[in-house]
């Protein structure tokens, strides 16, 4: 059955990322937390196999013992750009755009022009290859380009913004930034020029197979970032976009600065920013006011976002504990302090500062 067949070290690496994108793909639809967004990803990750299947075969030689294997529907490529649109909508919001599934038109039509080409007789079937194989390369290969510039220029936008409101309103915005996705969004621009190269490379002087490998790592990889990413996150609550973006009436005129240092120093006293959950809302009815009042206060009072404000006053208390000569660790001091990670405690520290806590520390120590 198997004669013919070839199972080298190129099957192997793509067979290896194909197994564990269907895995990952298959444990997304599991999780009963942001359903939309990790269906969305499910099916994205399944569509980065599909495009990752006919090299897998391909350099086993599946096609040339089975040459009814031609124009099977495996690469949907028009489906990628969208999916990764989608999935950073649903993350940020619950659900796709309006009407968003018109998005994925195109793809629709990819895989109904390559399953009617595949339901073809053989012989009429090899006819046709010859005659619309180059051509249609070309076109998807172009238009997938086209696609994922523009929806993934599209999906930084959305995640800018969301961290901008998220900046605003959360004290604890850094878990739910998503930067990860930028990340990916901004390696799948950067790979665009390359798979370009390729493309037009292999339509001018076709490269076949061996020639297009790194290619399809650098989409294998990808393709595992984001899959190993999204599954870590994938339980998340990320608060939503509409909730983040609620437009209350103008206040009065008021001393912003004045209503800024004073609660701050409630909060301080309180210790109300060692809460590592605190957002502006929690915070605005323990102050006895509303977040629009909060938030110009912080911002135009004091000029920073919600995030530093809480970001500085955690940073101050494990300060204040150094200068007690505490010899707890640092990490214990920032979680009491209210920090959810060590990376935002250093940036935050770093920007109070200008020193890391370590350095800090040995500064103080050195004075006393």
């Known amino acids: 059955m198997f004669d013919g067949l070839s199972f080298g070290w ?11 994108l269907l895995a990952i793909a298959i444990g997304l639809t599991r999780v009963l937390a942001n359903r939309v967004a ?3 990803l499910s099916t994205l990750l399944i569509v980065l196999t599909g495009i990752l299947l006919p090299w897998l075969i391909g350099f086993a030689g599946f096609y040339d013992r089975w040459r009814w294997l031609t124009f099977a ?6 489906a990628a750009g969208p999916l990764i ?8 919001t619950g659900r796709w755009p309006e009407k968003g599934w018109r998005h994925l038109a195109p793809a629709a039509v990819q895989a109904a022009f390559l399953t009617a080409s595949f339901l073809l007789p053989l ?3 090899q006819r046709w290859s010859d005659i619309v194989h180059q051509p249609y390369s070309i076109v998807a290969d172009l238009a997938t380009i086209a696609g ?15 961290r901008a409101l998220l900046a605003g309103q959360r004290s604890d915005d850094t878990r739910f930034a998503a930067r990860w996705l930028s990340r990916a969004i901004g390696a799948t621009l950067v790979l665009l020029p390359v798979w370009t190269g390729y493309a037009l490379w292999d339509a001018i002087a076709p490269i076949g197979y061996v020639g297009l490998m790194g290619l399809y790592v650098a989409i294998a990889a990808f393709g595992l970032y984001l899959a190993i990413e999204g599954w870590r996150h994938a339980a998340l609550p990320f608060p939503h976009l509409d909730d983040l973006a609620i437009a209350e009436p103008a206040p009065p005129p008021r001393d912003w600065g004045r209503l800024g240092e004073l609660w701050a120093a409630k909060v301080a006293a309180e210790r109300w920013h060692c809460d590592p959950d605190l957002s502006l809302g929690v915070l605005a009815r323990r102050l006895g006011t509303n977040t629009n009042h909060l938030s110009r206060a912080v911002n135009e009072g004091l000029g920073v976002n919600f995030s530093s404000f809480i970001g ?3 940073a101050e208390t494990v300060a204040a504990a150094l200068r007690d000569g505490s010899s707890a660790d640092l990490l214990d001091l920032a979680l009491e302090a209210g920090f959810s990670s060590k990376a935002s405690f250093n ?14 520390r040995r500064h103080v120590a050195k004075d006393e």
Request: glycine share 4%; net charge positive; charged share 15%.
């Open 123 to 125: 012989p009429v079937k």
């Open 10 to 20: 190129r099957t192997a690496i793509l067979a290896v990322a194909a197994a564990q």
């Open 38 to 40: 990790n269906r969305t």
């Open 312 to 314: 500085r006053m955690r």
């Open 347 to 360: 940036r935050a520290f770093l920007a109070t500062f200008g020193q890391t806590p370590s350095a800090y």
């Open 73 to 78: 529907p495996f690469q949907i490529t028009l």
């Open 85 to 92: 649109w989608l999935y950073a909508n649903a993350l940020v």
């Open 148 to 162: 994922l510039a523009w929806y993934g220029i599209a999906g930084l936008r959305l995640l800018r913004r969301y």
